[in-house]
């Protein structure tokens, strides 16, 4: 006997009525790959396979919600994964193109500065910067000083408009002087 026969035969004596519903099952025994013939294989014939209902199994067993899930799971931690190398790439760029910026400045300032040492080579220009911003007069020389009548503007104290505050510490001041207003 084979394995299939010694099963239906342990269900017949337990009185599983599996086979006494379908008797037309167990009339289905030719050979020869003819219709109603058991089949062998991995596979379970096509009357006892099981059909899935829409939306309740799907791929790897879970429902449209569940899968839908899982994808906004698997959407999140990709977008994670990328995020934080995205936002240090993008910071160190922006710190690189400050560090370029300054560097060009500094590059500008070293030019003017060697134009500057090239132009106080010449003798005539350090003589013309000492007289200039030292004041300096060559032996035999008068200097003369011109001072200028102070402006009208310099005349006048600086009088705030009615109805302005004068600053805090102002203000404190003049309370503590007598002069207060």
């Not at 999140?76 to 910071?91: E, I, N, Q």
């Not at 030292?134 to 035999?140: C, H, I, S």
């Amino acid at each position: 006997m084979t394995g299939r026969e010694q099963d239906r035969e342990r269900r017949r004596r337990r009185g599983d009525p599996s086979s006494a519903r379908r008797p037309e099952r167990a009339r289905r025994t030719t050979r020869g790959g003819r219709a109603g013939a058991p089949r062998s294989g991995r596979f379970p014939p096509p009357w006892r396979r099981q059909r899935v209902a829409p939306g309740t199994g799907g791929a790897f067993g879970l429902s449209s919600t569940r899968r839908a899930a899982m994808l906004a799971l698997v959407v999140c931690a990709l977008a994670l994964s990328v995020a934080v190398p995205l936002r240090t790439y993008l910071s160190q760029r922006a710190a690189v193109q400050e560090e370029q910026r300054r560097q060009d400045d500094l590059r500008r300032e070293v030019e003017d500065l060697r134009r500057r040492r090239e132009q106080l080579d010449d003798p005539a220009q350090v003589e013309a910067e000492a007289r200039r911003r030292l004041r300096f007069v060559r032996p035999g020389e008068t200097p003369y000083v011109v001072q200028l009548p102070p402006s009208q503007q310099a005349q006048q104290p600086r009088q705030q408009p009615r109805g302005a505050r004068a600053e805090w510490y102002t203000e404190l001041w003049n309370s503590i002087a007598g002069s207060g207003s």
